[in-house]
């Protein structure tokens, strides 16, 4: 079975490589499943560059690749929402870099037919993540009007579909070249945050403040737009500056979250909400794909997911 793992930590020429794996036994509470393809996520570099090895250790080689979707092959005794032919979207802990994963079968959900492959496998993680913010994290207490800050992104163009598919007033910013991109995702206020003054033009007007900017790059201008006493929601680090009253929120996944139940509202939502995903190119299923993804993740990427995606599917 081929694999494309990482045989130390360092640049993705020099350390990423394929392997032939023996494949794993199926218990009765995991699936087996052909993957047809995987999403390179920034956390798959940061994991590569050894960034969080303080952390997480790894036995190498090691298998990347949180999300993926494929076919079941095999289905556990246990399992009862899947059968052997289904077409589903995974989200594994590792592993998804290859022709095959065994994992638990609450980690997979049927994939709709209206949802491509590429983009079931670009879906997952940024979801995962839309769905749980919303739903678990703020729930009733999000508001009415939302700012959300790098609504370009994947998790920012979901978060701007599904709350205004709640019918939320929606304020989206980001870069003046992605703005009319973000403007297709429904949004009611746009501000280029590269030419305008984002927290003075929405000073106190929002109940909750998303950050989903890599490295919370926004915090000075979402703390403007936040109204006193509401909702400051970051993806990576909390502004120092916490004096304006307010619930300041990290989101961060939860074993308390359910990725079949997450995995599944992706899937009846798709349609009815317009959670299209972004695609910013599809990789052939090669070892030196991996590499070029990743290289081009390291290297300031145009808005959208890069897919690995074989050929006979």
């Known amino acids: 079975m081929k694999r494309f793992a990482m045989k130390d930590y360092g640049p993705a020429r020099e350390v990423l490589t394929e392997i032939d794996a023996l494949s794993r036994e199926v218990d009765e509470t995991h699936v087996r499943v052909k993957?047809?393809?995987?999403?390179?996520?920034p956390y798959d570099i940061s994991l590569r560059q050894g960034k969080m090895s303080s952390f997480r250790s790894l036995k190498f080689p090691y298998v990347l690749g949180n999300d993926g979707t494929g076919i079941v092959t095999e289905v556990g005794t246990q399992v009862n929402h899947l059968a052997v032919g289904d077409r589903v979207i995974v989200h594994a802990v590792g592993g998804t870099y290859g022709?095959?994963?065994?994992?638990?079968?609450?980690?997979?959900?049927?994939?709709?037919?209206?949802?491509?492959?590429?983009?079931?496998?670009?879906?997952?993680?940024?979801?995962?993540?839309?769905?749980?913010?919303?739903?678990h994290l703020l729930g009733d207490?999000?508001?009415?009007?939302i700012l959300v800050q790098g609504a370009s992104g994947a998790v920012g163009s979901l978060l701007v579909r599904l709350l205004k598919y709640q019918r939320k007033t929606v304020f989206a910013t980001a870069s003046k070249k992605n703005e009319e991109m973000v403007r297709t995702f429904g949004a009611d206020e746009f501000a280029a945050y590269d030419q305008e003054d984002v927290g003075e033009l929405f000073k106190n007007q929002a109940d909750t403040v998303i950050d989903a900017t890599k490295g919370s790059r926004t915090a000075e201008s979402g703390l403007k737009a936040m109204k006193p006493a509401g909702n400051y929601v970051v993806l990576n680090d909390l502004p120092q500056d916490q004096s304006k009253p307010g619930n300041y929120l990290h989101f961060t996944p939860s074993k308390d979250y359910s990725d079949l139940e997450a995995l599944e509202a992706f899937n009846h939502l798709y349609e009815e909400a317009d959670?299209?995903?972004?695609?910013a190119k599809k990789y052939p299923f090669t070892l030196e794909s991996v590499i070029e993804a990743h290289e081009a993740?390291?290297?300031?990427?145009?808005?959208?997911?890069?897919?690995v995606e074989r050929e006979e599917a």
């Open 141 to 145: 207490k999000i508001g009415e009007t």
């Open 275 to 279: 959670l299209q995903i972004t695609i």
């Open 35 to 41: 993957i047809v393809a995987f999403g390179v996520n």
């Open 99 to 135: 022709e095959e994963l065994v994992i638990p079968g609450k980690k997979a959900a049927k994939k709709s037919p209206a949802i491509s492959w590429a983009e079931a496998a670009g879906a997952v993680t940024p979801w995962l993540t839309t769905y749980n913010l919303v739903t």
């Open 297 to 307: 993740l390291e290297d300031h990427p145009t808005a959208g997911k890069f897919i």
